[in-house]
């Protein structure tokens, strides 16, 4: 075969993976027309740069997407980012419309992970935070997000970046430490100006309002004990939502008219007195939150799944729920921890170096379209390989590229000692050959 053969679309990598998001587009007509109905320059910085977030190893910015994709310069995907609210706006509510359509009701989870920045401590929104994952401080940006799921699809439907409160340095006391006073302002400022400071349980709050406020209909909604204050369960029961969450160990609750720790509750009941259900020991219990009222306490104990603990204190305001019901749907929160972990390790969502915040939302935003775009594609095989999981989908797309021989569709696999060409019609990706004429005139402006 010779290479004079082969004629590319463009560029035969970023041709397959746009029309890939194209097809994914297809799902959220409102986003898909808002993207549009952008002037065509602006149109093809956007997905190019979702194209180069998928089709990057690490550190996608403006210099290496453009490098890799051709056809288009760093400074024309860097003003695509300062675009005031490129898609932000709009992503959000798209997503919770496609929740919305889906015949069974999934359920919601919250959560908030830190974006490291180890070298970035001029960018607006990274702060000096305490890392869970390596038990050390680091510089960081963290993300209160809301993730809906039916346990196939993994769909992020509202987030929000989290700034560090102002605290005014007041001297040291007698025992020599420094002492502060809390500001309730934001060390981030915007025009100048101070913002009011929100706790990550208010950031949580205030998303879950304006998701419930769609109509969303979820069957539950779950999330660790950071979220479990007072405040967050009465409106969580409010909008008749049943919650399954975990409790601090010294938390105390009331049990047959005594008020105990949750620890010490446990340690009444042999370890005989449980059930050996679904690699755990678990015993459910009525008891009084105060502050709340009546829940069913799921006493957990050598339980062997993925979240660490020995000895677990779950809970749920669904009086009904039985004692494998509550531990299975806590445990479906883990769901949230598998997306921010494919957002963070294959779709580059640490990698902006831009100081300004409006720059990092957007790039925020972009990568999630990039990981929705993927979400929503089904598995594909090649050859003896099998794509399932995100990071599979991602890996066989850069050994991959997209070719036109005498007007005839073809994928071209290349590797270090032979090139195949397949044709697109037999191949698993077959379905997104409506969108190649589209993806053509968008790589063509």
């Not at 010779?2 to 990598?13: A, F, P």
């Not at 000692?417 to 697109?424: E, F, G």
Request: overall charge positive; proline content about 2%; some cysteine.
């Amino acid at each position: 075969m010779k290479t004079t053969e082969i004629e590319l679309i463009s560029d035969g990598i970023a041709i397959l993976i746009l029309t890939i998001i194209l097809k994914s587009l297809q799902l959220f007509i409102g986003l898909d027309a808002q993207i549009e109905s952008l002037p065509g320059k602006a149109k093809k910085a956007i997905l190019m740069y979702v194209c180069g977030v998928i089709g990057l190893e690490k550190n996608a910015n403006s210099s290496k997407i453009s490098e890799l994709l051709g056809g288009i310069s760093h400074d024309k995907l860097t003003r695509a980012l300062k675009g005031e609210n490129v898609i932000t706006g709009s992503l959000g509510l798209s997503l919770l419309n496609f929740c919305l359509s889906q015949t069974t009701g999934g359920w919601l989870i919250i959560d908030d992970f830190l974006l490291a920045k180890r070298y970035s401590s001029k960018i607006e929104g990274v702060y000096n935070e305490y890392d869970h994952v390596t038990r050390q401080r680091v510089k960081g940006m963290r993300i209160v997000m809301i993730l809906w799921t039916n346990g196939t699809i993994r769909m992020p439907v509202a987030w929000s970046i989290w700034h560090k409160e102002d605290k005014r340095f007041l001297g040291y006391g007698a025992n020599g430490r420094p002492k502060y006073q809390k500001t309730g302002y934001c060390l981030l400022k915007v025009n100048g100006q101070a913002v009011s400071y929100r706790t990550k349980n208010q950031i949580a709050l205030s998303l879950l309002n304006d998701v419930m406020a769609t109509g969303l209909n979820p069957k539950y909604i779950t999330f660790d004990n950071w979220y479990a204050n007072q405040r967050n369960l009465k409106r969580v029961h409010w909008l008749y939502l049943s919650f399954y969450s975990r409790l601090k160990e010294n938390r105390k609750v009331i049990y047959q008219g005594e008020k105990i720790s949750a620890k010490d509750l446990a340690s009444r009941f042999p370890i005989s007195m449980f059930d050996h259900k679904h690699n755990a020991y678990i015993k459910a219990l009525p008891v009084y939150l105060p502050g709340f009222g009546e829940i069913k306490l799921l006493l957990v104990r050598k339980d062997r799944h993925q979240e660490p603990g020995r000895t677990k204190f779950l809970f749920t305001n669904n009086l009904n729920a039985s004692a494998p019901e509550i531990l299975l749907r806590y445990r479906s929160r883990w769901i949230i921890e598998t997306a921010f972990r494919d957002l963070k390790q294959n779709l580059n969502f640490a990698s902006c170096q831009a100081r300004g915040l409006l720059l990092q939302e957007n790039h925020l935003a972009l990568c999630l379209l990039a990981f929705v775009s993927l979400e929503l594609q089904p598995g594909w095989n090649w050859m003896d390989y099998q794509a399932r999981t995100i990071g599979e989908k991602k890996l066989l797309l850069s050994s991959l590229s997209f070719v036109n021989i005498r007007d005839q569709f073809f994928l071209l696999e290349s590797q270090k000692s032979h090139a195949r060409l397949i044709p697109l019609a037999s191949s698993d990706f077959a379905q997104v050959k409506d969108c190649v004429n589209r993806a053509f005139e968008i790589l063509k402006n």
